[in-house]
């Protein structure tokens, strides 16, 4: 045995010195190198033999180590001589060291050869500090040999349930899981190889007997070394760190809980997120219930004694599968976890705690577990938490531990429901955001038109998509206006900025729009006076008292303004006319298949003013489809506009909107969209242009003069048997001649008289004048004066618009039923 492999009472600390370690009966234990030099004597010849045969002459070392009396617990000294490993002999002074300080039964010695008496003082400091360090109960010490075998350790070294009493000469797979004790005896072997110091290793041990009761524990680790250099062991400490582990990584889990349930405002989404946290971190398996009320921002009742019919939202962990199973038909009514109001130290959010599921029965008794308790098998803990908040209860969080998972405690119940009292703030306040966003969406929803229209110049179909933006809807509209003599206006436009201030501006402005197209002006002049309205919104915005606005008057968020695009489609011509204010260019697929978008020259945004609008006419063929859109549709963060307009022409082509109906093709049009959230809304008209065939037209030129009126009525008859509508004969002859007589007597020069058969019989008079005919109450002494009015009662409806070269009246008949 080397010198300092002495393991149990007296680790040599200082090896330059001539010493000897004895037992009780005087036998040598250990032999320093300094010896081995001194004697020229090597430790293996002398270890284990008595230490007389170290003498010349035994008789006199008897005599030295029956030595004793007053001062002998300090140690005495003498000369002897000493058997030279040449065979000489040589005198030399020595000094014994009693090792048992009173506190040891054995008799152990320690024999100093040569030594100075500092060096002995020296030596009985360390022996004491050595002793006291291996009693202390803080942390675990241990000391393994070169096979890392185990040569001494404390009392606290592992107190945990499986550890032996003894473990001199054991291994840590000798009572420790087989993988735990190897990832320490990999880092140990390591330390022995390198001689770099473990510092701060953390690792779980498991005993063979509590394979669920794992401990965390930091180890430190140094090699022991001869001089020479060569690696005689390991030096441990172990300390336990378990609790600090647990309180550092629930307050790890919670940080990351509540991060999950900032992530969204969606209640579905903030469920989602916040069980893929506690499982597998917290719990093999977790699942979140919610009410279905909660779902559509609805709030479940507030008296605590009702039960609640909640259904599975979201589940995580390795038995997901078999939770979500059960999720259709998981509609029991349930308890809603709230205490009694009476209850004496109750609070709110009180959760439940059950373990030894394996060993309870599984009937129905007074000791069986609750149902929710044995949804996952082979669970053999479960708790659960309410989602109270503001004293209404709207869900719960139930958390299951199978196999060899340590089971829930109290300390784990306590977490769950402070995560749960978080997340209950969280889904209410998604739940709220619901309500709102619903309300807002459904406000929006009911200021647009219907998705779909059909008119004698085309078939339209649209798609709307709200943003996810958490700021709220946003302000985007499409319309599809009737217009005089079959023509139509398709509208397109997009508000700002979101929330109910751009929805309250969206229902503003497409009544405008709808007004000012009655008046049948022009796209550009059109723009230019919904322009102006918008600079006085914006003007009385600003304007704005401030105490009205804490009262809560609808105010701007951001930069006031709106994008607007403006056609006007003619079936007769097949042209059509449109100008923009801000908004992308329109595409228009043509019946061979080909995609181009509009070249056309957009003015600025509505609230700028100051600029004109330039107008673009553009033929289109019948079966065309025009594709008027917002930028939500081609601006989605993924590239630029350009890439955008490209990919929108490849789906419309890959939607087939030439030989689909419209209303179907739309929506493959948006699911093929980029995956993601909709960072603004998504608005998308489709238009396939129709023609007004020549069969159903007809024109005639007229003179100014009063008696071509008569026969501008025969013409007019003629037709209508022609076409078959008869029944129209009367109030047609008579709308003809007011409009007629009224422009050959105030207008002057030529008139132009048609007929148009479409879904109604429409009658138009155009001449020279820009004079617009108004229509008056005659007085009953007056004669005239009453031809308006007569047109007014005849028709469905009547107008008048101007035109480049005069102005036109115009009068609208219903069809006769077939």
């Known amino acids: 045995m080397r010198a300092t492999e002495s393991n149990q009472d007296y680790p040599f600390a200082v090896t330059n010195t001539a010493a000897a370690l004895l037992d009780g009966a005087g036998t040598v234990v250990s032999w320093t ?8 004597r090597r430790s293996a010849d002398v270890c284990g033999r008595p230490a ?26 003498g000369r002897a001589t000493l058997r030279h490993g040449s065979g000489r002999e040589l005198e030399i002074g020595f000094r014994v060291i009693p090792l048992d300080d009173g506190a040891r039964g054995d008799a152990a ?57 003894d473990l001199n000469g054991r291994r840590l797979a000798d009572f420790l899981w087989a993988e735990d004790a190897r990832i320490i005896d990999e880092r140990l072997r390591e330390v022995m190889r390198s001689g770099i110091p473990l510092i701060g290793f953390n690792t779980t041990v498991r005993t063979l007997d509590d394979p669920r009761g794992g401990r965390v524990v930091t180890v430190q680790a140094f090699r022991l070394q001869e001089p020479d250099g060569h690696p005689m062991g390991v030096a441990t400490v172990f300390t336990d760190v378990t609790d600090h582990e647990r309180s550092r990584g629930r307050l790890d889990l919670l940080y990351r809980a509540t991060g999950a349930l900032g992530g969204s405002l969606s209640v579905l989404r903030t469920v989602e997120d916040l069980v893929k946290v506690l499982a597998p971190a917290f719990g093999d398996c977790a699942a979140a219930d919610l009410a279905e009320t909660v779902l559509t921002g609805g709030e479940p009742p507030a008296d605590g004694h009702l039960t609640l019919p909640l259904i599975r939202m979201a589940v995580a962990g390795a038995e997901a599968d078999v939770l979500r199973t059960g999720t259709a038909r998981f509609t029991a009514p349930l308890p809603a976890a709230v205490p009694e109001p009476a209850a004496s ?33 082979g669970a053999h803990s479960a708790m659960t938490a309410p989602l109270c908040a503001r004293g209404i209860a709207f869900g719960r969080l139930t958390l299951w531990r199978t196999g060899d998972a340590p089971p829930l405690e109290e300390d784990d119940l306590a977490l769950l429901e402070e995560i749960a009292a978080r997340a209950a703030v969280a889904v209410d306040n998604a739940r709220r955001y619901t309500k709102e966003r619903r309300t807002a969406v459904g406000l929006q929803r009911s200021l647009l038109p219907p998705a779909t229209a059909e008119t004698p110049a085309l078939e339209a179909a649209s798609v709307y998509l709200p943003a996810d933006s958490d700021s709220g809807v946003g ?117 061979d298949g080909t995609v181009e978008y509009v070249d056309l020259s957009p003015g600025p945004p509505l609230g700028v003013g100051g600029w004109p609008f330039e107008p673009v006419e553009r033929d289109l063929l019948p079966g065309s489809v025009l594709a008027l859109y917002t930028d939500g549709l081609i601006e989605r963060g993924e590239g630029d506009v350009d890439e955008g307009m490209r990919n929108l022409a490849d789906r419309l082509l890959r939607a087939d909107v030439l030989g689909r109906p419209l209303r179907q093709a739309r929506h493959d049009i948006v699911e093929g969209l980029p995956p993601g959230r909709l960072r603004d809304d998504v608005t998308l008209l489709l238009a396939r242009t129709r023609a007004v065939d020549a ?60 007929l148009i058969r479409a879904d109604t019989l429409t009658c138009e008079v155009s001449d020279s004048s820009n004079t617009q005919p108004r229509m008056r109450r005659a007085r009953s002494s007056e004669e005239g004066g009453r031809g308006l009015y007569i047109v007014a009662q005849l028709s469905h409806r009547w107008g008048s618009r101007y035109t480049a070269g005069g102005k036109t009246v115009w009068s609208e008949q219903h069809l006769p039923l077939a």
Do not use: K
């Open 33 to 40: 190198p300094a010896a081995e030099a001194l004697l020229e």
């Open 52 to 77: 007389r045969d170290l003498l010349a002459d035994a008789g006199s070392w008897e005599a030295v180590l029956s030595r004793g009396g007053q001062g002998a617990q300090q140690g005495w000294e």
């Open 109 to 165: 010695r320690c024999l100093v050869l040569g030594a100075p008496m500092e060096l002995v003082a020296r030596w009985r400091q360390d022996h004491a500090f050595t002793q006291e360090l291996f009693l202390q109960g803080r942390v675990g010490l241990a000391v393994f040999d070169a096979e890392l075998r185990l040569l001494r350790t404390n009392s606290h070294l592992l107190p945990y349930t499986g550890v032996p009493v």
């Open 345 to 377: 130290g109750a609070r709110e959010g009180r959760g439940e705690l059950v373990t030894g599921l394996g060993a309870r029965p599984a009937a129905p008794g007074n000791d069986a577990a609750p149902a929710w308790a044995t949804s996952v098998p």
């Open 475 to 591: 302000g985007d509209w499409f319309d599809v206006i009737p217009l005089s003599s079959a023509r139509v206006a398709l509208v397109v436009g997009d508000v700002a900025g979101h929330g109910l201030y751009a929805t309250a501006m969206m229902g503003r402005l497409r009544s405008a729009v709808r007004a000012m197209a009655d008046l049948e002006l022009e796209p550009e002049e059109l723009l230019a006076h919904v322009d102006d309205m918008v600079l006085q919104v914006v003007a009385e915005a600003e304007s704005e008292d401030p105490e009205d606005a804490d009262a809560g008057a609808l105010v701007p968020s951001g930069p006031a303004g709106a994008t607007c695009l403006y056609a006007v489609y003619d079936p007769v011509t097949r042209s059509c006319v449109m100008a923009s204010a801000g908004h992308p260019p329109p595409a228009v697929v043509g019946p």
């Open 695 to 754: 069969g159903s037209l007809a024109t005639w030129q007229l003179d100014p003069d009063p008696a071509i009126v008569g026969d501008a009525r025969h013409l007019v008859l003629d037709q209508l048997t022609t076409w078959n509508l008869d029944e129209l004969a009367f109030s047609t002859e008579l709308i003809v001649s007011e409009l007629v007589t009224n422009a050959i007597r105030h207008a002057g020069g030529p008139v132009r008289l048609r």
